[in-house]
């Protein structure tokens, strides 16, 4: 039953859609909203309009920011040997939320499925080995999920690197099944700290 205006229940659909959040939860949110309407509503529709028309992804690594090289493919202060390659941008944004690796990162946007239908040009692993050669990379970590389609992935792009560069991978503390998005920064750095060859 529509208990409140059309308008309304269309915002709680939407937000209904968001990770994390169901019907209930999105309901709760929005009547909070309405509530903070000065405080936080306002603002944030503000902020969700700004980040709709200058959201982009970065053409060089895949990471999301808004201009057209994000912040840490243009830092003069990043490592320029080193690589990390994540699965997707949340996993760059822990790794960052680490604090520990001082590289760059090239973000695959999943991982290799034949049941999704993501193969390596899809990825955009040939333009990753593409970066190693032009970039004079000299280590690459693969900073993947340990979940089944993570390691393939793994195991197709370390050997599409083979002979081009070290590559490794993050050791202890993410746990099978984990993904990086999920972990604390002191297991990332734990797991940084002890990568190993592949």
């Known amino acids: ?65 808004t201009s057209e090289v994000c912040d840490i493919c243009s830092s003069e202060k990043r490592a320029i040997g080193q690589l990390c390659v994540v699965e997707d941008v949340a996993d760059l944004w822990a790794m960052e939320r680490a604090g520990t690796f001082k590289g760059r990162y090239h973000v695959l946007g999943g991982t290799l499925s034949a049941l999704d239908a993501m193969g390596p040009d899809e990825l955009g692993i040939p333009r990753l080995v593409a970066r190693v050669r032009d970039e004079s990379i000299s280590e690459v970590i693969l900073a993947l999920g340990a979940t089944v389609d993570g390691q393939t992935t793994a195991h197709y792009v370390s050997e599409e690197l083979e002979g081009r560069c070290r590559v490794t991978s993050l050791a202890q503390g993410v746990p099978i099944g984990g993904e990086l998005d999920y972990l604390d920064e002191g297991t990332i750095t734990a797991a940084l700290k002890a990568r190993k060859d592949l």
């Open 1 to 65: 039953m529509n208990q409140s205006g059309k308008e309304i229940e269309n915002l709680i659909e939407l937000m209904a859609k968001l990770p994390g959040l169901g019907p209930r939860s999105a309901r709760r949110a929005v009547l909070y909203l309405i509530r903070k309407r000065a405080l936080v509503l306002t603002p944030m529709a503000d902020a969700l309009s700004l980040v709709a028309t200058t959201a982009r992804e970065c053409v060089t690594c895949g990471n999301v920011g």
